[in-house]
Every structure is written in C-alpha cells, then in structure tokens.
C-alpha cells in the first residue's frame, strides 16, 4: 500500500470516528438523565427512598441495589 493512501485511510477513519463519537455524546446523555430523573429506589438498609440518579450504586449477585449514602452502602456489604 502507497503511504499516502494510508494516509488518506486514516484520516477518513478519524473523521467517521469523531462523527459517530460526537453524535452518540449528543443523543444519549439528556435520554439517560429523562429515564432515571423520578425513579426513587428503596435503600435495602435504612428503607428510605433515594432518586436513582444521585443513589450510590452496588452490584450483587448480578442484581444492582441502590443506597441513600456510602455508609448505608458499606453496612449492606458488611452484613453479606
Ligand atoms: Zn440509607
């Protein structure tokens, strides 16, 4: 292959990717923010309800629970 044609390759390849990356950027975070906004997920330690969105988050046996803050996080994984 003539270096220049690589050249060429690799530009193209840079555009198309910084194309799809940015428009990925764009279109998906406000969606992910609208989707989990109001959704309140139950703190398996204290019981309070905690919105999604600003909940600590652990995943156990593939299940993922949600908590009110990390103390309440580290006390769930304590008691496993
Ligand atoms: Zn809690």
Known sequence: M???????LAVLFYILYRVIFSGNKVTEKPEELGDNEDV???DPVCHTYVPQNSAIKTEKNG????????????A???EQ
Do not use: A, G
């Open 40 to 42: 309140l997920m139950e």
């Open 63 to 74: 299940k993922i629970y949600y908590f009110c803050s990390q103390k309440c996080c580290d």
């Open 76 to 78: 769930f994984k304590e």
């Open 2 to 8: 003539h270096p220049i044609r690589f050249l060429i």
